[in-house]
T-cell receptor
């Protein structure tokens, strides 16, 4: 099975930077996804990492270290609209059909 | 391009009643997923379809839950009878294929409240 851990909640100030960590244990790692989910809405895709290193997309960046079973999502120049839950999800090659397993999500609250 | 469509958006029923949810995936996506998301938690997979075939239903409580994807496009998820613990958001997602790095795109979900 898989074990995915991420903090439950984080608070940051508008304009600041927040880093959301995700650690995982899986027997057949085949990619890690980050999704953003606003309250009452569907998760929306943010980023995908399958190789080690940093992927940058505007204000959002995601980093992966496969040897450490670790990823982080970096949110820069925080805006009020970034207040949401951020879900880390890991794909397992050994699970049927590359099953995607989600962490519990990190609720980020951006304050003025 | 239209996203994943789900209906209804909200449903309130009494326990022991049946309920059904409908999903229309993104056009051309052959893989369809049903997830359940409890408050404050991440989505948990219930069932995955490749075209019209259910290829992973290991997490589906088969005593009361059923699903179908006739013609490999739209899908319905049914609960009969519903229990209080079934209150959750039921999310449908789709992707173009099941292997490699294909991204899953989610619908808005159906928020179910069982009284």
């Amino acid at each position: 099975g898989q074990n995915i851990d991420q903090p439950t909640e984080m608070t940051a100030t508008e304009g600041a930077i927040v880093q959301i960590n995700c650690t995982y244990q899986t027997s057949g790692f085949n990619g890690l996804f980050w999704y953003q989910q606003h309250a009452g809405e569907a998760p929306t895709f943010l980023s995908y990492n399958v190789l080690d290193g940093l992927e940058e997309k505007g204000r959002f960046s995601s980093f992966l270290s496969r040897s450490k079973g670790y990823s982080y999502l970096l949110l820069k120049e925080l805006q009020m609209k970034d207040s949401a839950s951020y879900l880390c999800a890991v794909r397992d090659l050994k699970a049927a059909g590359n099953k995607l397993t989600f962490g519990g999500g990190t609720r980020v609250l951006v304050k003025p | 391009e239209a996203g994943v469509v789900q209906s209804p958006r909200y449903k309130i029923i009494e326990k022991k009643q049946p309920v059904a949810f409908w999903c229309n995936p993104i056009s051309g996506h052959n893989t369809l997923y049903w997830y359940r998301q409890n408050l404050g938690q991440g989505p948990e997979l219930l069932i995955r379809y490749e075209n019209e075939e259910a290829v992973d239903d290991s997490q589906l409580p088969k005593d009361r839950f059923s699903a179908e994807r006739l013609k490999g496009v739209d899908s319905t998820l049914k609960i009969q009878p519903a229990e209080l613990g079934d209150s959750a958001v039921y999310l449908c997602a789709s992707s173009s294929t099941s292997g490699g790095g294909e991204t899953q795109y989610f619908g808005p979900g159906t928020r179910l409240l069982v009284l």
